[in-house]
């Protein structure tokens, strides 16, 4: 995969989140980073809704368009019918939920069924039973992918090593791009709303030391990619061990980052304790990077021994 793509990809996901992150705060006065998440289910319904209402040709062509939308899922299933896995059915499911999902937005009352009692009346109401409905698609959708990909891996890795490998890079690209809106989307978005607060450098600091363990995480992932590129080329190069050594190494920068991220954030609410409305302390141990720096150990032990017994035998030859 061409890192240089990945790296354009990587610009425009950021510049991307950061404008939207903008959009969301002070042109659609969003009080909360997840409204995105409804927002699209919110102009489709509120769309359908007027349409239904202006005339009775109105009616038919919202009930029409309502019905089209909610079969793309289920159009795709079976355009790819003779390709179809048994994980494609999701689709057909994905499809039946939409006609929920949507009918809820055109008529947002019925979220009172979603949500607790105590919270009728509240302005959170409706937003929390949109955002109810709302992540649950996404959570089909990307729960689709996720065993999509693992079906696919698992498939092509007896026909075809190469395409395996390039699986796992896009995989590893989703990673990043998932990353990059963490930090310019949900990260910008949570500091500028509190830009009117008199502790708005605190919240600047807690961003920053919660960003670099991220930072850290996406070059592991990165330098991953690249490994891949050069195991695919010569599994015996010296690049593939150099990589696996700063996947090592990254690994563990990630942990001690993460681990003294989470103690000075602490601190500082503690010093800060009278003036900041909400604390919230925890202790971040992210196993992931923690296992990979032990992978990475025995991985780079495991090829720099195949590399020598590679070299020994073409001497020998």
Do not use: W
Not at 23 to 34: D, P, T
Not at 131 to 148: D, N, R
Not at 275 to 290: G, K, R, T
Request: charged share 15%.
């Amino acid at each position: 995969m061409n890192i240089l793509k990945i790296k354009k990809a990587l610009t425009i996901t950021a510049i991307s989140s950061l404008l939207l992150s903008l959009i969301m705060l002070f042109v659609l006065n969003a009080k909360s980073s997840l409204e995105i998440m409804y927002y699209p289910f919110n102009i489709v319904g509120d769309s359908l809704r007027k349409l239904s209402l202006s005339s009775r040709v109105g009616n038919v062509l919202a009930i029409l368009i309502y019905i089209l939308i909610c079969s793309i899922p289920s159009i795709i299933y079976f355009y790819k019918f003779k390709k179809n896995k048994k994980i494609d059915y999701i689709l057909i499911g994905t499809s039946l939920y939409l006609l929920y999902a949507i009918y809820q937005f055109i008529n947002p009352m019925d979220l009172y069924s979603l949500i607790p009692e105590e919270f009728y009346g509240t302005s959170e109401f409706i937003t929390m039973g949109k955002l109810s409905v709302a992540m649950m698609f996404y959570i089909i959708i990307i729960s689709y992918f996720v065993l999509l990909s693992l079906t696919s891996l698992s498939v092509e890795e007896e026909h075809n090593k190469g395409k395996s490998l390039k699986s796992l890079q896009i995989i590893l690209t989703l990673f990043l791009v998932s990353d990059v809106i963490m930090i310019f989307y949900f990260g910008f978005f949570n500091v500028l709303s509190e830009i009117n607060k008199p502790q708005f450098l605190f919240y600047i600091i807690k961003y920053l030391l919660t960003v670099d363990p991220i930072i850290m995480s996406m070059a592991v992932i990165f330098t991953g990619i690249k490994l891949i590129n050069d195991f695919g080329e010569n599994q015996y190069g010296e690049n593939v061990i150099a990589n696996i050594r700063k996947i090592y190494e990254y690994g563990k920068i990630t942990v001690y980052l993460s681990v003294l991220s989470s103690l000075f954030i602490n601190g500082l609410q503690l010093l800060l304790s009278s003036s900041i409305n909400e604390i919230n302390m925890f202790l971040s141990i992210p196993f992931v990077p923690l296992i990979v720096a032990f992978v990475g150990i025995i991985l780079c032990k495991y090829f720099q021994e195949s590399k020598d017994l590679y070299d020994d035998n073409n001497s020998i030859i």
